[in-house]
C-alpha cells in the first residue's frame, strides 16, 4: 500500500524554501482563514494564504485547504454561514486534495451541536461540489467534542502523536506530529501521512472543479 506523506502551513510557519517543499512533499494544507471570534460569523483569511498557495500551486505541489471553525460553533445556521465565508476565501483557486473544516478550538459544548454545526458546514462545501473533510484530535475533537455516529460518511483528519489514530477510524489522513522538522521550513511544523492518493481520487470524481480522467 503506497503512503505519501505531507504537512500542514499556516502564518504560523516561516518558509524558506518552496523548491525544497514541492520536492520532499507528497501534499501540503494551508490554512486559508478561520472564524474571527469577534463578530457574529466574522472571519479571516490566513496573511500568508495566497502566497503559499501561488508559490506551491506554481510548482505542482497537491494541496487542499482548511478553515479553523469559531469558538463558539454550535447551529447548523453557523456551520453554514462559515462554510459559505470559507467558500468566498478559496473561490476560484484549484485543489486536488481534501476542502477541510478544522475543529481546533470551539468551546465545550453539547456533542450535538458542535456536530450538527460540523455536518452543516461539511454538507454546505458538498453542495459546492468540493471533497469534505473534517480535522479533529482523535480524543479530545473527535470522542469529547463530536457523535462520530453522525460523521460517518464524511473522511477524517485525525491528529493522534505517539500512534495511529484508535477512535476515528477508519480515517483518511492521519497528522502524527506537530513538532516536525522538514526541508524548506524553518522552526516546527505538522507531519501527516495518508494511504489515499487524493489527487487520482478528486479528479477522477469530478470534484472540486477539476476535470476528470
Known amino acids: 500500500m503506497a503512503e505519501y506523506y505531507g504537512i500542514d502551513i499556516s502564518s504560523f510557519n516561516r518558509v524558506t524554501n518552496y523548491d525544497l517543499i514541492a520536492k520532499e512533499q507528497d501534499f501540503v494544507i494551508i490554512r486559508a482563514g478561520g472564524a474571527d471570534n469577534k463578530t457574529p460569523h466574522g472571519f479571516y483569511r490566513d496573511r500568508k494564504f495566497e502566497e503559499y498557495y501561488n508559490e506551491l500551486s ?17 447551529t447548523a445556521e453557523d456551520g453554514r454561514i462559515q462554510a459559505q465565508n470559507f467558500m468566498g476565501l478559496i473561490r476560484g483557486k484549484k485543489f486536488n486534495m481534501p476542502i477541510v473544516l478544522d475543529l481546533e478550538v470551539p468551546d465545550a459544548g453539547s456533542q450535538t451541536k458542535v456536530t450538527d454545526a460540523s455536518v452543516s458546514f461539511l454538507e454546505t462545501i458538498e453542495s459546492h461540489g468540493y471533497y469534505a473533510m473534517v480535522y479533529a484530535s482523535d480524543i ?3 470522542i469529547e467534542r463530536l457523535d462520530l455516529s ?3 460518511r464524511f473522511d477524517k483528519w485525525v491528529a493522534r502523536y505517539g500512534c495511529m489514530p484508535k477512535n476515528a477510524v477508519p480515517f483518511g489522513i492521519w497528522q502524527s506530529s506537530s513538532k516536525g522538522i522538514v526541508p524548506g521550513i524553518a522552526g516546527n511544523v505538522d507531519l501527516n501521512m495518508t494511504f489515499n492518493d487524493y489527487p487520482d481520487i478528486i479528479t477522477k470524481a469530478r470534484l472540486n472543479h477539476l476535470e476528470g480522467r
Open 58 to 74: 506554481s510548482r505542482g505541489v497537491p494541496l487542499g485547504a482548511y478553515y479553523l471553525a469559531a469558538k463558539k460553533f454550535f
Open 140 to 142: 479530545s475533537g473527535f
Open 150 to 152: 453522525k460523521l460517518q
